[in-house]
């Protein structure tokens, strides 16, 4: 049984790790956040010890290596500009670290943290569970044993309704989530990149608040891509069904579908990780490069590569 400490337990993604953590047989010892709406833990671990001050948590992780009962693993799901100090307080702890997407912000953040791994000998994970969905690994599996030298043409579009509490948390602030792109769309973009190869272009052509699109060449892909978590981008016929989701990955017109088997990934994930075979920094890097290009690379003119839906969007605005 490993022990685990939890760094954000009142967040939204922190309960797919408690379950995680639970299902693979081990143990929460301890949490930390500053907020303290985690009756959650309830559900999981209502004996851990929990601190909303951090400098009480640091000093309860040090006691515990000191009282030779150290902590195994800390798993991060703090805000996204958070991720990089609280996995070298994880590494310095002597534990080993699950961090949350994205991995950082920046891509020479990783470079720091491998140096990092070299000094405390310990290793940090991140969670791509996209890589472990059945269906993405039929299509790679796919791709993998089609023509080498075929290039497909892809429409990835992902819109996630999310009221006005989004852009007035963190989450709305480009420096501390990364901007949109980062937030909701760097496991497509890992995932993208893990099947169909390198970059060769990364355009953008709407970088908004709420919104934004762009196109990606890889070295066997052409990607129109479109992300939102504006409720009136979503296509008329899923705003008549009254769904607030819209999830759509097409190959060479086909769909797709990978909208179910979500919920038990990141128990698939820990699997991996406690059996030696977790995604590390270096499979990190690829999709941490995309999003830092789209966040600060300058827009595009709109051509025949832009995403079907953003005609419909500059209809929207037009009106």
Partial sequence: MKKFALIGA???IAPRHMK???ETGNVLVTAFDKFDSVGVMDSYFPDANFFTEF???DRHIDKLRRQDNPINYVTICSPNYLHDAHI???LRSGADVICEKPLVLNPWNIDALAEMENETGRRVFNILQLRLHPAIVALKNRIDEGPAD???DLDLAYITSRGKWYNISWKGDVAKSGGIATNIGVHFFDMLSWIFGGVKKNLVHIREKNTASGYLELEKA???????TDSESLPQAIKMKNKQTYRSLQIEGEEIEFSDGFTDLHTKSYEQILAGNGFGLLEAIPSIEIVHV???TSLTQLNSDYHPLVQQLRYRIAA
Avoid: Q
């Fill in 88 to 90: 070298r307080f994880g």
């Fill in 150 to 152: 075929k290039i497909y």
């Fill in 294 to 296: 789209i966040r600060n």
């Fill in 55 to 57: 400098e009480r948590f």
């Fill in 10 to 12: 009142a967040g939204f």
């Fill in 222 to 228: 052409r990607v129109r891509w479109f992300l939102s």
């Fill in 20 to 22: 995680a953590i639970r």
